[in-house]
């Protein structure tokens, strides 16, 4: 910009508008004038470089209340003035305009869709009986471990983290002359064997585990398995207990033999038999002090029976013990 004069028009004051309404200001310009003045500054600067604009420059003052709050606005606009010759003409400025969002509180009704309508009630309802069922089944007993149960998880737990400790071998019926001494848990044995630098035995037949060391043969029994829930009263593993054939022949419901051959248990030996109280884990050679007092308390007669004590005759097993 080379040069400016400015000349003040006179100033316009509105207060209190109404929303919409139109404030008008006015003013009168000489356009000759303006173009008489202008060519005389060039004049006096000897030089007429770049384009002479006449512009009419409007500024506003705006004040009021928006929100609850005091706000000033000063927006401005421009109107300008084209000579040609004898004529001139006005630019016909754009509107100016300001938004200011407005916060307004309303009271409405609350509304829900009819998943929370309906599914609200149908989850407490779910929420309850299942809180009741727990109380039940705390009250019962039934969300209890046993303590079976626990004793079984715990031999799982010390078989799964001492399994390289563990070697599967059937010892010699030598090794169970020995005295037996009886650990608590497989955690127990697998400690001593560590102190006493020797392994720890898994017998595959009987599930027991042994250390032999020195005069002693150290054992440990696994637990049996817990019964299932629905069997409380073990009725389904007493019943596989008692099954077993002789020679392709069902045993008796009572587990006696019968006479036309050896009791076997599924065609194993005798050494291989489950004990007479059901303690399938126990080892086939550690003998059996209620059995030894049996034998032995009855004499043998003949082949064809054993004479009990109260005079009645038992079928005998010619592959006797």
Known sequence: MYWEETEPLEPVSVEDPEPGEVVAAEFTLNSSAID????????DLGASPGQTDAIVSTEFELEGQLNGETITRSPSLELEIDHAGDTYTVDDPDPASE????????EVERTYGPLRTIGAPILLV????????????RYEGLLEVSDTERAYLSYRDDRSEFDEWITRIRLP????DRPVAYADSLRDLVDFAIDNETGVIEDPDTGAFHAVTGEFVYTYRRPDPPARRSDPDGTEAASAATGGTVNGDETADDGTAANDGTAADDGGSLLDMAPSDGDSSRDPFDPDPAETSRSEGRPVDNDDGIEGDDGTTEPSSKGGR
Do not use: N, W
């Open 173 to 176: 019926p030598e090794a169970h």
């Open 36 to 43: 008489e003045r202008a060519t005389s500054i060039e004049e």
């Open 99 to 106: 938004t200011v969002p407005q916060e307004v509180t309303r």
């Open 126 to 137: 779910i929420g309850v009986v299942a809180g009741v069922g727990l109380s039940y089944g």
